[in-house]
């Protein structure tokens, strides 16, 4: 869970999150897991934020059931792949579920 202050202290972040899934072509709903699991899981250091955007929408996209591949997000949002295969795992579990044996 997060505070409102998150949101408002995190706006562009959530901007870059929305063009990011405009690229990507996403539904409201992994948009919207996609904005609270990132809100949710917020990194204390600026430079860690943009990978956990990224992370975070990979997992909205995953549990809205629009999967996209890790590349496909991390070109989105102008990360590597690695930053998104290193943090996605940590952040579905956050919410509560499983990551998937595939």
Do not use: C
């Not at 949002?77 to 595939?102: C, F, I, T």
């Amino acid at each position: 869970m997060y505070r409102a202050s998150d949101r408002v202290d995190n706006e562009e972040y959530i901007e870059e999150l929305q063009e990011a899934a405009d690229r990507l072509d996403l539904g409201t709903d992994a948009r919207s897991r996609a904005t609270d699991v990132f809100l949710s899981n917020l990194p204390g250091e600026n430079r860690s934020k943009r990978a956990t955007l990224a992370a975070a929408l990979y997992v909205g996209a995953l549990v809205a059931g629009q999967e996209r591949s890790q590349s496909a997000v991390a070109d989105a949002v102008g990360v590597s792949r690695l930053s998104v295969q290193q943090h996605w795992k940590e952040l579905l579990e956050s919410v509560g579920l499983d990551a998937p044996d595939w």
